[in-house]
């Protein structure tokens, strides 16, 4: 069977990423953290940086189903964003354990939150699109987290039940081309 392409006429395909934290610190142990991160998905969603298909949250890492013509700029101003938010919120709240274990990697001033660079695949069909969307989904499910995917909060698989998600995501996929 042949499948239809995912990629828009202005050339952005879907492309499945990972985000990690630096040295995979447990970050988003709270939830708090993740709705940093939600937030800023929010922000380059409604200001046409990024389209989202699919994410989910875990405690040191984010996988994201997404595209964009300028999908790396995105990337690089998500990281950029939730770093300074994340950082400054730990400070606020006096986290210093969590701060100590990301100082260690203070470079020039800056303490990071990611690792250098991202994993990014492209998906060249919906076949392939809907196994990854499960496979992230079922992330804290593999975990012990949860025991159904819809159970975690910090995904996006409510919306493919029909249920509301804490983002919304591009579920039909035809809205892609």
Request: aromatic share 10%; net charge positive; charged share 20%.
């Amino acid at each position: 069977m042949v499948q239809t392409p995912l990629c828009r006429t202005d050339g952005a395909c879907p492309r499945f990423l990972t985000l990690r934290t630096i040295d995979l610190v447990p970050v988003f142990a709270h939830p708090s953290l993740m709705y940093i991160l939600l937030d800023v998905l929010e922000f380059l969603q409604k200001n046409e940086r990024l389209r989202i298909y699919a994410y989910v949250i875990m405690e040191n890492h984010i996988h994201l189903i997404a595209s964009s013509p300028a999908l790396a700029r995105g990337i690089v101003d998500f990281k950029s964003f939730t770093t300074g938010s994340v950082v400054s919120y730990l400070e606020a709240k006096n986290a210093r354990g969590i701060l100590a274990q990301l100082e260690r990697f203070r470079v020039n001033g800056t303490v990071p939150l990611w690792q250098k660079g991202w994993r990014l695949e492209q998906i060249p069909d919906a076949g392939v699109l809907r196994l990854v969307v499960d496979r992230i989904h079922h992330n804290p499910v593999r975990k012990g987290y949860v025991d159904d995917p819809c159970r975690w909060h910090y995904s996006s698989a409510r919306n493919y039940t029909g249920q509301p998600g804490l983002l919304e995501v591009i579920t039909e996929w035809p809205r892609l081309l």
